[in-house]
């Protein structure tokens, strides 16, 4: 079952791509995002102990908050720990998927 649903707000896609999100609004959205993530990382230490995926994943995110990772590079990295995710139970995944 998909947790994000197939329209997305027009609020949360950048205006280069047509949205009315503008770049400090997108920086600050990764910062809360990040917050948010750390909240749920023991979840999926837990299950995979010493796995530094998500824990990297943050740095990169806030590597591009500050301009110093390409957008490309922390959407390859995003996709990396989402896919680390999966196979694992659901408090595990979906901390994978945050």
């Known amino acids: 079952m998909p947790i994000l649903p197939k329209d997305r707000d027009p609020a949360l896609i950048t205006v280069r ?3 009315t999100l503008t770049d400090d609004d997108h920086r600050l959205l990764a910062l809360w995002a990040v917050a948010c ?5 023991p979840l ?6 010493g796995d530094p995926i998500l824990r990297g994943t943050l740095d990169v995110a ?6 110093e990772v390409p957008m490309k590079e922390a959407h390859q990295q995003a996709f990396r720990a989402n896919a680390a995710g ?3 139970p659901d408090p595990a995944r979906f901390a994978a998927l945050a």
Not at 62 to 67: D, I
Request: aromatic residues 8%.
């Open 17 to 19: 791509r047509g949205g």
């Open 37 to 41: 993530a750390e909240h749920v990382l």
């Open 44 to 49: 999926f230490e837990a299950e995979l102990p």
């Open 62 to 67: 806030r590597g591009w908050v500050r301009g």
């Open 86 to 88: 999966r196979g694992l």
